[in-house]
């Protein structure tokens, strides 16, 4: 394990990883902080159960790198980090637990501040802030923005639009048939807003319980996880965990687009990236689509505190950073992954030329 993480953290300048245990509550997490540049590592606390720590290791480190990139292009003032605890959410999970990761994440000083994920809650959130302030994600009694999963969802739908617009000439969504990968909190909101805008949806997901409300209450098509891939639609829209656009499922697609909240999308960024290229497939990158959570999140830390009206207007422009993407890709040749890394890249030099001079 040793080599291979070290050398992904020195070819992408990872500034620090830190394994968390506490064996009286049974924590194991790992905390990974890629970039301070332009603020404190940000990002949200996942928990799931790892094939192996050292995947769990290889996850946080690859979340991480996307939060530098995500704040970046999004135009906010934070550095990329993320966690991941070991374990079952719906079993292991505890006051103890998620007490002791609090005083974890006190330790470093500010260094690093979190917020929900996959596997994490809001309620999760309030019982950290009880042991370290160094939250973002907080509920609205907290002084937080609540439930970001409706901003992160029309963020990526917006992402969506933008790329309607680039394959079919206009940003309509209506009569489009789109195959909906994952029902958790940002997917279930999306399938709203899909559906609201005249889209077709097929949907799936591993819970069955999920997908028989959205079979109920929506009367969307559900077809199993594995199937999802080889649906006869225009958008491939994934909303669950990452590494699924891959050498084995590109071949299976049918699309034009791929466009949804997942993060790091591509198993192998810049293969896959080209892969889809290659078969003349428009995507969203993931972390300018997913970013309409963060932005809701962080309002409040701008002067005058949370303003909604200006977090949500903040999110829309979402459409445009989207549209800035593809015009940079296409100024330079290069694929829309590539275009959204220079484009944060840029702003992160920008910046720190300034603060270099000032």
Same mark, same amino acid.
């Given at each position: 394990?040793?080599?291979?993480?070290?050398?992904?953290?020195?070819?992408?300048?990872?500034?620090?990883?830190?394994?968390?245990?506490?064996?009286?509550?049974?924590?194991?997490?790992?905390?990974?902080?890629?970039?301070?540049?332009?603020?404190?590592?940000?990002?949200?606390?996942?928990?799931?159960?790892?094939?192996?720590?050292?995947?769990?290791?290889?996850?946080?480190?690859?979340?991480?790198?996307?939060?530098?990139?995500?704040?970046?292009?999004?135009?906010?003032?934070?550095?990329?980090?993320?966690?991941?605890?070991?374990?079952?959410?719906?079993?292991?999970?505890?006051?103890?637990?998620?007490?002791?990761?609090?005083?974890?994440?006190?330790?470093?000083?500010?260094?690093?501040?979190?917020?929900?994920?996959?596997?994490?809650?809001?309620?999760?959130?309030?019982?950290?802030?009880?042991?370290?302030?160094?939250?973002?994600?907080?509920?609205?009694?907290?002084?937080?923005?609540?439930?970001?999963?409706?901003?992160?969802?029309?963020?990526?739908?917006?992402?969506?639009?933008?790329?309607?617009?680039?394959?079919?000439?206009?940003?309509?969504?209506?009569?489009?048939?789109?195959?909906?990968?994952?029902?958790?909190?940002?997917?279930?909101?999306?399938?709203?807003?899909?559906?609201?805008?005249?889209?077709?949806?097929?949907?799936?997901?591993?819970?069955?319980?999920?997908?028989?409300?959205?079979?109920?209450?929506?009367?969307?098509?559900?077809?199993?996880?594995?199937?999802?891939?080889?649906?006869?639609?225009?958008?491939?829209?994934?909303?669950?965990?990452?590494?699924?656009?891959?050498?084995?499922?590109?071949?299976?697609?049918?699309?034009?687009?791929?466009?949804?909240? +997942?993060?790091?999308?591509? =198993? $192998?960024? !810049?293969?896959?990236? %080209?892969? #889809?290229?290659?078969?003349?497939?428009?995507? &969203?990158?993931?972390?300018?689509?997913?970013?309409?959570?963060?932005?809701?999140?962080?309002?409040?830390?701008?002067?005058?505190?949370?303003?909604?009206?200006?977090?949500?207007?903040?999110?829309?422009?979402?459409?445009?950073?989207?549209? +800035?993407?593809?015009?940079? =890709? $296409?100024? !330079?040749?290069?694929? %829309?992954? #590539?275009?959204?890394?220079?484009?944060?890249? &840029?702003?992160?030099?920008?910046?720190?030329?300034?603060?270099?001079?000032?």
């Amino acid at each position: 394990m040793d080599a291979p993480v070290f050398d992904y953290m020195r070819r992408y300048n990872f500034k620090k990883l830190v394994l968390c245990n506490d064996s009286d509550s049974g924590l194991r997490a790992v905390i990974a902080i890629h970039s301070t540049a332009l603020g404190p590592a940000t990002g949200g606390t996942r928990m799931w159960t790892y094939a192996s720590e050292e995947a769990a290791i290889m996850d946080a480190l690859h979340l991480a790198r996307g939060m530098t990139y995500k704040y970046a292009a999004a135009g906010l003032d934070f550095g990329g980090g993320k966690a991941v605890i070991i374990g079952n959410s719906k079993r292991d999970k505890s006051e103890a637990l998620l007490r002791a990761f609090g005083r974890m994440i006190n330790q470093l000083g500010g260094e690093y501040q979190t917020g929900e994920d996959v596997g994490t809650t809001l309620e999760d959130m309030e019982i950290i802030y009880s042991e370290t302030d160094h939250l973002v994600t907080l509920p609205v009694h907290c002084g937080g923005a609540g439930d970001i999963a409706p901003a992160t969802a029309l963020g990526s739908v917006e992402a969506m639009r933008a790329c309607a617009a680039r394959v079919w000439g206009a940003p309509e969504l209506k009569g489009r048939r789109v195959a909906l990968q994952g029902l958790g909190a940002v997917g279930w909101s999306a399938l709203g807003m899909l559906l609201e805008q005249g889209a077709e949806v097929v949907v799936c997901d591993t819970d069955q319980e999920k997908v028989a409300r959205a079979v109920k209450d929506y009367g969307v098509q559900a077809v199993s996880p594995a199937e999802i891939y080889d649906q006869d639609v225009d958008i491939f829209a994934p909303y669950a965990l990452g590494g699924i656009i891959n050498p084995e499922t590109i071949p299976r697609l049918k699309v034009k687009i791929v466009a949804g909240s +997942a993060n790091n999308i591509f =198993a $192998d960024e !810049e293969r896959d990236a %080209a892969a #889809l290229d290659g078969r003349g497939i428009v995507y &969203a990158v993931d972390y300018v689509a997913n970013s309409g959570g963060t932005i809701l999140d962080t309002d409040r830390f701008r002067k005058g505190g949370f303003q909604p009206e200006r977090a949500m207007a903040n999110v829309r422009t979402i459409f445009k950073r989207t549209e +800035a993407v593809f015009e940079i =890709a $296409d100024r !330079e040749g290069i694929s %829309a992954y #590539l275009a959204a890394n220079h484009m944060a890249e &840029a702003r992160i030099e920008a910046l720190n030329r300034v603060r270099l001079l000032g």
